[in-house]
């Protein structure tokens, strides 16, 4: 699976953005997927996952509230809708994909930078 992530910029605090990943290669709906981000200087962290499904998103709780994750089988993509945002959102964020059928198959994509201007 290759991962396209997109939507990335610059926004004011209170703003919006949506990020999207589109996937390409294996079947996605084959795929749990989820949103990672990583500040200068700090580890990479989770952000929000999502079944194959679309069903049982799941959050950090630093975004719980104002994050939305959901997918689109069909188109083979997954999206990130980020409201209210803070500068502490600011980070390159990953899309990430995991084989429901063996749990060791993972795929990152390529970052795409959020910053969030206070």
């Known amino acids: 699976v290759q991962l396209q992530a997109s939507g990335g910029g610059l926004v004011q605090a209170g703003g919006s953005l949506r990020l999207s990943c589109e996937a390409s290669?294996?079947?996605?709906?084959?795929?749990?997927m989820a949103w990672f981000r990583q500040a200068p200087g700090k580890e990479r962290d989770f952000v929000a996952a999502?079944?194959?499904?679309?069903?049982?998103?799941y959050y950090a709780d630093s975004v719980k509230g104002r994050f939305i994750i959901y997918r689109d089988n069909s188109k083979g993509s997954v999206y990130l809708q980020m409201n209210s945002l803070k500068p502490e959102d600011t980070a390159v964020y990953y899309c990430?994909?995991?084989?429901?059928?063996?749990?060791?198959?993972?795929?990152w994509g390529q970052g795409t930078q959020v910053t969030v201007s206070s």
């Open positions: 990430f994909a995991r084989s429901i059928f063996n749990d060791r198959i993972e795929y």
């Open positions: 290669g294996r079947t996605f709906s084959g795929h749990a």
């Open positions: 999502i079944s194959w499904s679309g069903g049982s998103p």
